[in-house]
């Protein structure tokens, strides 16, 4: 029957890796039925969690995923957390393919004493208290200190500091910070003389933020500018070729009071260019302190093939290593680099390889499969009640709803049995 050749497919995370890999399957594939879990109750991983609230246009790509979850051919269920409520070797017997989208949801740490002072947060806590994501909505940072110093110079490192700078009010993009009203850029003409011919070759829009940086580190500011810089009563600046050594703490052994940092030179060029220390040693006093080296993808099951020194699935064009019919997208198969469109390329590439091994036999459609039937069972046994793509649409219009009062876009409900509770679940 045509019910028995109809692939049974599941992605596990509803980031933007889960729904792009859904959306080219559905696409491409006139039968295959695509199954999303989630383990919050609500969707779309870091576009919800981590894309900084003052960048709306970027979520934007939540209506896209709002249509492929409306197929009828896709079904989302959120509240069910894969490798603690199903197994991984559950949802193969359930589906023919299982992708493996599931984020990166850990840190990297910095390995230097003093690094669990108070004062100290990882930039993922931190983006994720700001942003309301339920595991971290009690992390209350400190922010009374008069100097935060940020460890890291990434994109997530400048999301944090131009939060930490703005008004509520007018949050822009870091591009703009040079311009933030009440704030003055400290840059060290020493660290940008010379660049001229560097920039040239530097890709774009690297290039045009280089530019801008050389520009107001070198260049006199016009009158208007050197007025506001003059009376501001922010500042911020990059440090270049710094390696943190130590948190120093205060009297009482337990709040950061400052940072200890190695100044470092580079030795070679080019991808072998190494920081190596020169001797020379600095302190920074400051009491709050964000470390943004970079997330960390997690093993989901001990029975699954994990490199934890790369912290990804080993795979080959998605395909995990040695288990046919497992397949992964986005971070946790490529690394946490990358924005959003870098994941949907990566995810239409796992998606193709479903659909290449769908075609060549490699995944055997004879056998049916019940998908999520077979589930929904064990998940009632287990206790477990799912969200729906529709429960999700009311605790989204819950929110919209109180951030009209509120004068916002949306007030994020951050506690999840707050959010079942308003579905009746
Ligand atoms: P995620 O978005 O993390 O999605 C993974 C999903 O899996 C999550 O919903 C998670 O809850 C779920 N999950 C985890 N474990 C389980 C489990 N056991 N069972 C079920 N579900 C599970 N890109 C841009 O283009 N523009 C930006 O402005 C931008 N800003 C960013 C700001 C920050 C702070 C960060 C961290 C990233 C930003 N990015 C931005 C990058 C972008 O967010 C990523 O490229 C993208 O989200 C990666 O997608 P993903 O689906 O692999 O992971």
């Given at each position: 029957?045509?019910?028995?050749?109809?692939?049974?497919?599941?992605?596990?995370?509803?980031?933007?890796?889960?729904?792009?890999?859904?959306?080219?399957?559905?696409?491409?594939?006139?039968?295959?039925?695509?199954?999303?879990?989630?383990?919050?109750?609500?969707?779309?991983?870091?576009?919800?969690?981590?894309?900084?609230?003052?960048?709306?246009?970027?979520?934007?790509?939540?209506?896209?995923?709002?249509?492929?979850?409306?197929?009828?051919?896709?079904?989302?269920?959120?509240?069910?957390?894969?490798?603690?409520?199903?197994?991984?070797?559950?949802?193969?017997?359930?589906?023919?393919?299982?992708?493996?989208?599931?984020?990166?949801?850990?840190?990297?740490?910095?390995?230097?004493?003093?690094?669990?002072?108070?004062?100290?947060?990882?930039?993922?806590?931190?983006?994720?208290?700001?942003?309301?994501?339920?595991?971290?909505?009690?992390?209350?940072?400190?922010?009374?200190?008069?100097?935060?110093?940020?460890?890291?110079?990434?994109?997530?490192?400048?999301?944090?500091?131009?939060?930490?700078?703005?008004?509520?009010?007018?949050?822009?993009?870091?591009?703009?910070?040079?311009?933030?009203?009440?704030?003055?850029?400290?840059?060290?003409p020493a660290d940008f003389t010379g660049l001229?011919?560097?920039?040239?070759?530097?890709?774009?829009?690297?290039?045009?933020?280089?530019?801008?940086?050389v520009?107001?580190a070198l260049?006199?500011?016009?009158?208007?500018?050197?007025?506001?810089?003059?009376?501001?009563?922010?500042?911020?600046?990059?440090?270049?070729?710094?390696?943190?050594?130590?948190?120093?703490?205060?009297?009482?052994?337990?709040?950061?009071?400052?940072?200890?940092?190695?100044?470092?030179?580079?030795?070679?060029?080019?991808?072998?260019?190494?920081?190596?220390?020169?001797?020379?040693?600095?302190?920074?006093?400051?009491?709050?302190?964000?470390?943004?080296?970079?997330?960390?993808?997690?093993?989901?099951?001990?029975?699954?093939?994990?490199?934890?020194?790369?912290?990804?699935?080993?795979?080959?064009?998605?395909?995990?290593?040695?288990?046919?019919?497992?397949?992964?997208?986005?971070?946790?198969?490529?690394?946490?680099?990358?924005?959003?469109?870098?994941?949907?390329?990566?995810?239409?590439?796992?998606?193709?390889?479903?659909?290449?091994?769908?075609?060549?036999?490699?995944?055997?459609?004879?056998?049916?499969?019940?998908?999520?039937?077979?589930?929904?069972?064990?998940?009632?046994?287990?206790?477990?009640?799912?969200?729906?793509?529709?429960?999700?649409?009311?605790?989204?219009?819950?929110?919209?709803?109180?951030?009209?009062?509120?004068?916002?876009?949306?007030?994020?409900?951050?506690?999840?049995?707050?959010?079942?509770?308003?579905?009746?679940?």
């Amino acid at each position: 029957s045509t019910a028995a050749l109809a692939p049974q497919i599941c992605v596990v995370g509803s980031g933007p890796a889960g729904f792009y890999t859904a959306q080219h399957l559905l696409k491409h594939h006139r039968l295959a039925r695509v199954d999303i879990y989630e383990k919050l109750p609500v969707p779309f991983g870091l576009v919800r969690f981590g894309v900084a609230p003052d960048h709306p246009e970027v979520k934007n790509v939540i209506n896209t995923f709002t249509q492929t979850a409306h197929s009828d051919r896709c079904s989302y269920y959120g509240n069910v957390t894969i490798g603690k409520d199903v197994t991984v070797k559950e949802l193969q017997q359930a589906y023919h393919a299982v992708v493996l989208s599931y984020g990166a949801e850990d840190n990297r740490i910095l390995g230097i004493p003093g690094e669990n002072l108070s004062g100290v947060y990882s930039a993922r806590a931190f983006v994720g208290w700001y942003n309301g994501l339920p595991e971290n909505r009690d992390l209350k940072p400190d922010l009374s200190s008069e100097t935060a110093v940020v460890l890291g110079q990434g994109n997530v490192a400048l999301d944090v500091a131009r939060v930490l700078l703005s008004p509520l009010d007018i949050l822009r993009e870091l591009r703009e910070m040079i311009n933030l009203p009440d704030t003055r850029p400290l840059l060290a003409p020493a660290d940008f003389t010379g660049l001229g011919d560097v920039i040239k070759d530097v890709p774009r829009p690297r290039k045009r933020l280089t530019e801008l940086m050389v520009k107001s580190a070198l260049e006199k500011p016009g009158e208007k500018e050197a007025g506001r810089w003059a009376s501001a009563t922010k500042e911020w600046g990059l440090k270049f070729r710094r390696s943190p050594l130590e948190v120093l703490s205060a009297a009482d052994g337990k709040q950061a009071r400052g940072i200890r940092i190695a100044v470092t030179r580079l030795e070679g060029s080019g991808e072998s260019a190494r920081a190596v220390p020169t001797g020379e040693v600095e302190e920074l006093e400051c009491g709050l302190i964000l470390s943004s080296i970079g997330y960390r993808s997690l093993p989901l099951d001990s029975a699954i093939p994990f490199d934890p020194k790369l912290g990804i699935i080993p795979n080959s064009l998605g395909r995990v290593q040695g288990e046919p019919g497992l397949y992964c997208s986005g971070w946790v198969k490529r690394g946490p680099t990358g924005v959003i469109i870098t994941t949907m390329n990566d995810s239409f590439d796992t998606a193709q390889s479903v659909l290449e091994d769908l075609q060549t036999g490699v995944l055997n459609l004879s056998s049916s499969k019940e998908g999520f039937k077979s589930v929904r069972s064990i998940l009632h046994s287990r206790g477990v009640h799912p969200v729906t793509f529709s429960d999700w649409e009311k605790i989204d219009a819950a929110e919209v709803a109180r951030g009209k009062l509120a004068g916002k876009p949306r007030e994020k409900i951050v506690d999840p049995q707050e959010m079942l509770q308003l579905i009746n679940h």
